[in-house]
């Protein structure tokens, strides 16, 4: 060994040894320091953070009444490590599925993301109660099997669907989207409705329990004694403004038609009923059946899903004329005992709009009566191209902000997820269009009459009835009427204030009562109440007119401003003012007098859902 | 006492200081990843770290006694062991239950052991026996016969028992070899091919440039052949003037290839092999001018490597089972352990 002329090769190996051990450093330091993922890993290894849920609040109505609570509902579990032998038929015929079934749920657990044969995975959701008490009983012989509870929303009433909303679970992007964290895969969220514009009210907060486990991620006990638990909050309870009865009406009276009702408390701005139709029972959206059930609701031609009070547009129609009599007045371009002229109609040049055959010439009061259209034609061309504002930009201007004044043209700001905003032309608009010299007042004539580009949904033309109602001003229409605990946002309880003064209303207020005592809205007298309100008969493109009415009551100190839109419905006296005459009638005295018992059955047995939506679904 | 003496001096204490060291992180180690809920005593024979302190208790002993059996007793029995090591893993590919796909396991009641293990050190011993012959020395062919010899049978037999991973372990002898005078080329060949086929495997699908043009694993494999090249001439033949025109060859190439590609987008990959090609008629005409036939093995190095880079993928794909795929995929963090 001496002299050994290779011994200089053994610095070969130190400079392999210094190599190895570099790239272990390297390696070591990236793993622990750098890259958070297997510390994580590690603590997801030794300790389990079970979510600890929290109660899902109830909701109420108006009167205390209970519409949504939480039913329990049982997860079935299976840890495949655990499982041996056992009767599959028996375990299958008890949770009521079919062996093929079984397999394939099995063989879906093992493609779960994050599967471990150690730890318990989903494998059947949502068993009923019947199914649990049964299983439950057997689970001694089905090794590996565990039972886990959830809640499931369960409803009182078959009501009120679009109102209450559905809860479901949440989805991917809704996960990403949310900033705070707070959601994770399979947890559940309101997916529309009071359910989702309420949802973190509602939700509470969750909790968590912290297991220590073992290699093989069995449970070993609470670590250090539960001390870095956190108990789960509970959700509050939420109290409606909806009167439940009342809804429940609305609803059997729209049996068999596409439409809205929308009920307000004006003086609150609370709504009392709000219908959407055709409906569907919010018990259909929960467990098992939820995602076959909203698959069908999804595909039917008549829209069920659709929210109508909030998301459909419709020209308001002659209940428009309402408003404009407060715009006219107030601008000074008409006072109540202006007269226009009417034969059978407005007459300008080339231009004709009909009216009925009714007296003329026509005043304020008389006009809302008779629901004039040349009255209307009249003012709005008198107002458009008035000298006094300068030009018809300026003009249409003053109007529109009027109009939108009112809570048209943009959104009410109502406590649900998904209003629709109307539609209020400006001059941009026409501009636009006509080119800035190429339009007056004629040109855009049939605004006054609530036809043209005026487009709006149910609930704002229940806000306008609130209005007058209010003699000019209106608060922010919401379903929730109270928080248990907690506070409802500020903008709910707004006042807002329209551009026209107090004074102006009562003529206006004097023409809608006649039009219940003696005019287009007779169908909707009440015996010792006084009733106001105004029918509309919007043209569409669809087929036949939509029905429309709006009303309210008592004249004096009023209680409940209405809407109803009947798409498809013809004239607004033969099915809206009926419906919102019994819809008021029932939340005023409580029951429909006998006298107009005839009226009732002759809406609930009314179907009158125009036969093209049919053949639209056959062709499909 | 002189001769207990004699022992304890001439252990090689810091050696024993990390053995310590070593086993007792492991043993740390075990009892950290199967901790046990209820029972959290280190010491418990019912826990693995207890056993595991048993284990350490036994090899402690065992070592002992080796220490204390005179040495020229391993020098008298050092053949004897080799051979019965060798039968006793021919009787195991025949004899051994088939325990995870390979069978390298004797099943004794209740213990289990892989006789590979125990070829480890009866190929070192009879290594050592073979090598301290007087005047034994590593120079002409002739001599590696029998080490190589000696050295491939264990990893035969430990191939046909299906444990490709011990039989790794036996390559490590090429270090000793090294070390004993085997020429430091075939270290760095050795080396080369390792590198190389991790190269290929974890960059050959990458793109170097956008629209799937030119491979980055075989770009990076080219690069290291032609700086390989240059080591040679440096190192090896000590060559300077011929290192210039290998250094001009490459920048001339370079200069081309980006020029081009401000065009064209091209692959970088045929520029490396006409650059390579290049190197090698170099070679060629070197050999014929100065009589040096070793220029002519430069050139083949750099012919058989870029070959070889070629076929790792099917050397990959094909001759590696789907479990050794995925052990190198996931040491290369190609993918995650899904196990």
């Not at chain 1, 609530?450 to 487009?455: A, R």
């Not at chain 2, 418990?44 to 080796?66: E, Y």
């Not at chain 2, 080219?222 to 080591?231: E, H, P, W």
Request: positive net charge; proline residues 4%.
């Amino acid at each position: 060994m001496k002299n050994d002329k290779l011994k200089s090769r053994k610095n070969v190996f130190l400079l392999i040894a210094f190599c190895i051990y570099f790239v272990f450093v390297l390696q070591l330091f990236r793993l622990q320091i750098v890259d958070p993922h297997w510390k994580d890993s590690a603590d997801s290894n030794a300790f389990l953070q079970q979510t600890q849920y929290p109660a899902r609040g109830l909701i109420y109505d108006r009167n205390g009444k209970l519409l949504v609570y939480n039913k329990p509902a049982y997860d079935v579990m299976i840890v495949m490590k655990e499982v041996t032998d056992f009767d599959t038929l028996d375990f299958c015929s008890t949770v009521k599925i079919t062996k093929e079934e079984f397999k394939a749920l099995v063989k879906k657990v093992r493609r779960n993301r994050g599967y471990s044969k150690y730890t318990p995975q989903l494998l059947i959701s949502q068993l009923s109660i019947e199914e649990y008490a049964v299983l439950s009983e057997k689970l001694d012989n089905f090794p590996g099997f565990y039972i886990q509870n959830r809640t499931l929303r369960e409803y009182t009433y078959p009501c009120a669907a679009h109102a209450l909303g559905s809860v479901g679970e949440v989805s991917k992007s809704q996960i990403e989207n949310d900033s705070t964290g707070y959601y994770v895969q399979g947890d559940y969220v309101g997916k529309n409705g009071v359910e989702k514009s309420y949802e973190e009210v509602l939700r509470g907060e969750k909790g968590y329990k912290i297991f220590l486990r073992d290699a093989h991620g069995k449970i070993k006990g609470s670590f250090e004694d539960g001390k870095n638990d956190k108990d789960p909050i509970s959700g509050k309870n939420l109290i409606l403004s909806l009167d439940i009865d009342l809804q429940y009406y609305g609803e059997q009276l729209m049996q068999g038609k596409i439409g809205s009702i929308v009920a307000i408390e004006p003086a609150t701005g609370e709504i009392l009923a709000l219908v959407s139709s055709p409906s569907f029972n919010p018990s259909d959206l929960v467990g098992r059946q939820r995602g076959k059930n909203f698959e069908a609701l999804n595909n039917d031609p008549l829209k069920p899903l659709l929210d109508r009070p909030l998301m459909a547009r419709y020209p308001p129609g002659s209940t428009f004329k309402v408003l404009n009599s407060l715009i006219f007045q107030q601008e000074g371009i008409i006072t109540p005992s202006t007269r226009y002229p009417c034969s059978c109609g407005f007459v300008s040049g080339g231009l004709r709009v009909g009216c009925h055959a009714h007296a003329s010439p026509v005043d304020l009061r008389y006009s809302i009566q008779t629901s004039c259209n040349a009255y209307y034609c009249y003012g709005y061309r008198a107002m458009i191209d008035n000298k006094k504002y300068g030009s018809v930009q300026e003009a249409l201007e003053v109007w529109k902000n009027a109009v939108v004044s009112f809570g048209f043209g943009y959104k009410l700001g109502v406590d649900f997820p998904n209003e629709n905003r109307g539609y209020i032309p400006n001059k941009g608009v026409y501009n636009k269009i006509y080119g800035e010299r190429g339009w007056r007042g004629l040109t855009i004539i049939s605004n006054s009459i609530g036809q043209g580009e005026v487009i709006t949904t149910p609930i704002q033309t229940a806000n306008l009835a609130a209005c007058v109602a209010n003699r000019g001003y209106w608060i922010t229409p919401h379903i929730v009427k109270e928080i248990e605990g907690g506070e409802l946002p500020k903008k709910l309880l707004e006042r807002h204030q329209t551009v026209v003064d107090e004074c102006h209303f009562e003529p206006t207020i004097d023409g809608m009562e006649r039009a219940v005592l003696g005019g287009t809205v007779y169908g909707a007298r009440l015996d010792s109440i006084r009733v106001c309100g105004k029918t509309g008969t919007a043209q569409n493109p669809h087929g036949k007119d939509h029905s429309i009415c709006m009303l309210f009551a008592p004249r004096e100190d009023p209680k409940i401003a209405i809407a109803v839109f009947v798409e498809n419905g013809g004239f607004g006296a033969t099915w809206a003012v009926p419906i919102a005459s019994l819809m008021m009638e029932k939340y005023l005295k409580g029951e429909i007098s006998p006298q107009r018992k005839w009226q009732e059955e002759r809406i609930l047995k009314a179907s009158l859902i125009p036969s093209i939506y049919y053949q639209n679904a056959k062709k499909k | 006492m002189p001769r207990k003496n004699s022992i304890l001096s001439s252990i090689d204490w810091p050696l024993v200081l990390l053995y310590f060291v070593l086993i007792f992180l492991g043993w740390i180690s075990v009892y950290g990843a199967s901790y046990d809920y209820d029972n959290t005593n280190i010491f418990s024979f019912d826990h693995r770290a207890g056993k595991q302190l048993v284990w350490m208790g036994c090899a402690l002993f065992l070592a002992t006694i080796v220490l204390l059996i005179n040495a020229e007793l391993y020098d008298v029995l050092a053949y004897f062991i080799y051979g019965a090591v060798l039968l006793l893993l021919i009787l195991t590919i025949f004899i051994a239950p088939d325990i995870k796909g390979s069978r390298s396991w004797l099943v004794l009641g209740p213990i289990r052991f892989q006789p590979a293990e125990i070829a480890k050190f009866a190929t070192v011993l009879a290594l050592a026996k073979y090598m301290s012959q007087y005047e034994f020395s590593l120079q002409g062919l002739r001599s590696y016969i029998p080490i190589l010899l000696i050295i491939f049978i264990p990893i035969l037999l430990i191939i046909c028992q299906k444990e490709t991973g011990s039989a790794l372990v036996f390559f490590s002898f090429f270090l000793m070899l090294y070390r004993k005078g085997m020429p430091g080329v075939l270290l760095y060949l050795a080396f080369c091919a390792v590198f190389l086929f991790i190269v290929v495997i974890r960059f050959g699908n990458i793109y170097l440039q956008e629209g799937e043009v030119g491979s980055e694993g075989l770009f990076f494999a080219q690069i290291f052949i032609y700086v390989s090249q240059f080591g040679f001439f440096l190192f090896l033949m000590k060559d300077w003037s011929s290192v210039k025109i290998l250094l001009q060859m490459g920048l001339f190439v370079v200069f081309v290839a980006i020029i081009t590609n401000l065009f064209v987008v091209v692959d970088y990959n045929y520029f490396g092999y006409f650059l390579l090609m290049c190197t090698s008629v170099f070679c060629f005409w070197n050999a014929i001018k100065n009589r040096k036939w070793t220029y002519i093995l430069i050139a083949f190095f750099a012919i058989g490597t870029i070959g070889y880079s070629f076929t790792a993928d099917y050397l990959f794909d094909r001759i590696l089972q789907p479990h050794q795929q995925s052990r190198i995929k996931v040491l290369l963090g190609m993918e995650d352990d899904l196990s």
